[in-house]
């Protein structure tokens, strides 16, 4: 190999380097071998009269404020209509300190989501705890695990609604993986959960329908004006309101909700 190919070499090298260092600091992760949903991966009703029963318990564990509003708002709402009890274990702050060349003061929205979250919960009635984990480096370790464990244990929910880490969409925010993997594994050591319903999922088997809440959905996006606002506004609740769509299909109605639902007998 003569010097001119080594240098050239040498430099793709370097590029691939780089790249894969960049791609392992941001939080996007790509799914490039995704799972096939299951086959046959038959409607499952994960209780429905209970769900939306007065007093059921509900805990919504998420990795960032907006995630509960922007993923599943409609339900949330729904839920509360019906008079369930709803808290929301929020993972970190969503204070993206981590991204120094756009995000100069961490602690000042970090005050701000904390604040839009806890005005987008009371929407719909819920509680809001934060575990205050880092923005963009949550990782499902044991001592996540544990204070999610902790914060179940503590409101005894029947239910527990969290993101999909094993059918995930082929491009996810890492901390929505982790956040549900830490959800998943808390929900095995707290006996009072009967369902695990989880979003973001390409393998739904259940559907809520949110046709007539859809607006209130919308309305609850605006109250995170800190990432919503303007044009990404309107590009956002075109997009969630797409995903909607779609989901509504699978049941026959305008607007829905998909969750893959999995039933523990205790």
């Not at 019906?82 to 702050?93: F, Q, R, S, W």
């Not at 409101?155 to 929505?176: A, G, R, W």
Request: aromatic share 10%; net charge neutral; glycine share 6%.
């Amino acid at each position: 190999m003569n010097r001119r190919a080594k240098r050239a070499l040498k430099g793709l090298g370097f590029v691939a380097v780089a790249l894969g260092g960049l791609y392992w600091y941001q939080p996007q992760r790509i799914d490039f071998l995704p799972r096939s949903a299951p086959d046959p991966n038959p409607p499952l009703d994960p209780d429905s009269a209970l769900l939306f029963k007065p007093g059921t318990r509900v805990s919504v564990v998420a990795a960032h404020p907006d995630d509960p509003e922007f993923f599943i708002g409609g339900t949330l709402t729904e839920l509360s209509r019906a008079g369930a009890k709803i808290e929301i274990v929020m993972c970190t702050d969503g204070d993206k300190g981590y991204y120094p060349w756009f995000m100069t003061d961490a602690a000042a929205n970090r005050r701000v989501r904390q604040r839009e979250q806890i005005e987008a919960a009371k929407q719909y009635d819920a509680e809001v705890v934060f575990l205050h984990e880092p923005d963009g480096r949550l990782r499902a370790n044991d001592d996540v695990v544990e204070r999610v464990t902790e914060a179940l244990a503590r409101f005894q929910p029947e239910y527990v609604l969290t993101f999909d880490s094993e059918y995930p969409p082929k491009v996810q925010h890492s901390d929505h993986l982790q956040s549900g993997l830490a959800a998943e594994e808390a929900v095995k050591r707290v006996p009072s959960v009967k369902w695990l319903l989880q979003f973001s999922t390409h393998a739904a088997n259940h559907y809520v329908d949110i046709s007539d809440v859809w607006k209130i959905k919308k309305q609850l996006l605006t109250i995170h004006a800190s990432q919503f606002h303007g044009d990404r506004l309107r590009m956002v609740t075109d997009m969630v309101g797409g995903r909607a769509r779609d989901e509504g299909k699978a049941i026959g109605v305008a607007y829905a909700e998909g969750f893959r639902c999995t039933r523990y007998l205790r």
